[in-house]
């Protein structure tokens, strides 16, 4: 009884115009893959030749795709550990390294506008970090924050702020390179002359702009950076509740000196990815980097695929003879390319697994492979087949079976 009323269901689904569809659509895409593994695997050294030169190309795709996602969270983890709605800068701003400054007074009128909650001050600069007793010296990146209230987010930072009780008393970043030395807590430095205790650690990592990173009150900031204390490198603000990022950045600018400038949080996020990705030299060598890795790979598809289609041309005359329909003859190049192109994903990613993974344990740089790297890996080996095949299997048109006699 069961297995007739299965049967009667299985009737059914078929006899529907959709189910059948998607059914025949199915099968004609096994045939195909079917076939492309059988031709490809005729010549298993030819095979295993290409697999080899697409997995190079998509292996470096892999480094570059990575680096470049790191490097886009890299440029703004200090702006992540931060609370903020509006930032004042000055008007030379181009990264979050600017050497130039705005005065404290325009965080007074900020708060005179209404919109805003709370002010914050934000220095940054490099400085000489020499390390005791070795006197082995590095370039650190020195940061002075206010007192963190509801500003500062990351943990480690609040915590170690109560430890910073003496003008000689430092934050040390634990993500800071080798060449820094020896960033414990009791650690000895020297800074602009004056010696200091590490009494604290916290971990950022911004390798982007200097060996290390250090975090000081501002009042110390200013004595240890030689900079002016009524100049800040930015004015953080956190709006009322209620108060739109777009109409305080209007009022702002309405009521701030004309040497300044005024960003929202996303404004300054995407100014900072830009800098480094789009205006620096490094993100525009990774971009053609990828684009060559990309062409490589292409290139070599549509090799295998051009010697394929040309052994096989009369095979090709003999199927259209036989009355096979233009989709499966596409269809038998479209999967040869996907199989080529996954077949040469497959060591690519496993290898950037290992590589990958050692230059995050290294480096602290978010670069292992995850699986929205992976998503897009595979979509983007499957546009480049689809492209390769697409260059390749229009021959097919050639193929004439009036030529087999």
Known sequence: MFA????????????????????????????CVTVAAANLLEHRLRLAAALSGIAVALFLLIMQISVLDAARAEVTLLFDDLNFDIV???????FLLSFDTVDRIVLDIARATGDVADTFGLNVGVVHWIQLPSKQMAYNFLIGLDD??????DREIRDGWPSLTTPQSILADRYSQPSVGPVTVGTNVEINGERLTVTGQFKLGLFFYAEGAAIVRNNN?????????????????RLNRGVSPAKAKADLIRALPSDTLVFTRSELLDSE?????????IGI???????????????II?????????????????????GANVAFVYGIGLAQAAILGLGGLLPAALLGMLVLGFIQHETHLPTAVGFSLTVQMVAITLILAGAASAAIVRRVHSANPAELF
């Open 221 to 237: 900031f200013t004595r240890l950076d030689g900079r002016d204390p009524h100049s800040i490198s930015m004015g953080l603000i």
């Open 302 to 322: 549509v090799q295998v695929l051009s010697t394929e289609v040309s052994n096989r041309m009369k095979e090709y005359a003999v199927l259209k003879a036989m």
């Open 88 to 94: 004042i800068v000055p008007d030379t701003y181009q």
């Open 148 to 153: 963190p209230g509801t500003f500062v987010r």
């Open 4 to 31: 007739g009323r299965g049967a009667g269901a299985v009737h059914l689904l078929l006899a529907h115009p959709q189910s059948k569809r998607m059914v025949d659509t199915l099968s004609l895409s096994y045939s």
């Open 273 to 281: 990815r830009a800098y480094f990705l789009s205006t620096k030299p």
């Open 285 to 299: 060598m990774i971009y053609i980097s990828m684009m060559i890795a990309c062409l490589v790979a292409v290139v």
